[in-house]
């Protein structure tokens, strides 16, 4: 600090006793951080000597010779330097100090499959708001490296609502299955990624690595080959773990049975999925099957059926549900495809909403940072 600054500052804090209580209070949070620190005799006699060249108007004798290297390359110096300046400028304005977006990258995609209206193709990434639809008789895989893998399958809608990594590191994703079927393999602990998916009329948070997810018709049907999911039906809320070996389908409560031999081949067999091979243990037809024991909320019975205080509820075939309530009003499929297509556009708000969120913050800390 030169000697008029210097002067001019210990002024103020000799008359400001404000100030003077801060820098006490700073000198002492720091002190005890020096308080081992000694220094040699020889580097003092360096300071001291320094010390007084520079207030007799010499220059220091430790800075001569970078001084000459200096007039030497001037242009180098300066190009180097305002390099420098720019880097940590950029830095420090563009480099986002909450969540950063990643990206899902799109396998071998069939012809027909669209990203956000447009053709998918091979390499292509894929960031939170893009929304895949596949046709009929076809199969894609998305990738976030060794840890995220995702193959949708036949007549499939899926949007990425979330897919950010946070400042400590840990991923965060979250996807809407709207329509079609599913097979998800993620791996890792809660401590490096948590993801969840939504459907119509469930939320599936996962506290494993590798199931199947259909959705169709209101309904939709968990597989699970490894680990665990925890299903919440939207109405009656009551959350329910689905362990490895079993499957879970989902209407207005979840019921979950054990899952067969044939129902796990699934996972291995992709191609024989896409051409229907197994459509027999899909929804509708899983849901239309007769009364198997197994177990759920307290909104479903052992036979499957949905017990309510005001009626019964039975499946019909075509996966449609019908209340045999005291007004003898069905819930059939157009009621349910309706309320299907007005939680898509809540949805699809709240996308919206989120993503409007995520960069009115992102431009206000790089504004604050730019001050």
Known sequence: MKPVRRERFEGHIRSCAECRKKQERLA??????????????SIQERIVRSWREIRSGETPSGTKGLLDHIRRYPRAVLASSAAAVIIVIGTILYWPAGPRRIAMTAGVADMGITLNEKPLVSGMKIY?????????????????????????VNRSDLSIDSFVREKAGRIVLKNSLHDGLLLSSIHGNEETISYEYITPNARIESLGTEFLLQT???????????????????????????HAGEKCIISDSARIIPATSEELAIFENIDALRKGAYDHLLLPSAA??????????????????????????????????????????????????????????????????????????????QMRRGR
């Open 128 to 152: 939170d708001g893009g929304w895949i639809r596949v046709p009929d008789k076809a199969v894609t895989r998305i990738v976030h490296g060794s840890i995220a893998s995702i193959t949708l």
């Open 216 to 242: 169709t018709r209101g309904m939709s049907l968990v597989i699970m080959k490894k680990d665990s999911v925890r299903v919440t039906p939207r109405r009656s809320r009551e959350s329910i773990v689905v």
């Open 288 to 365: 239309a099957a007769g009364p198997v024991a197994g177990r759920g909320g307290s909104g479903a019975d052992m036979s499957g059926k949905d017990s309510d205080s005001s009626g019964s509820a039975t499946m019909k075939n075509d996966g449609s549900r019908q209340d045999d309530g005291a007004d003898g009003k069905g819930y059939g499929r157009e009621e349910r495809e309706r309320e299907a297509r007005q939680q898509r556009m809540e949805l699809k708000k709240q996308q919206m909403n989120e993503m409007r969120r995520f960069n009115r913050n992102n431009m206000n800390q």
């Open 28 to 41: 002492a949070a720091i002190a005890p951080r020096y308080q081992h620190v000694r220094l040699n005799d």
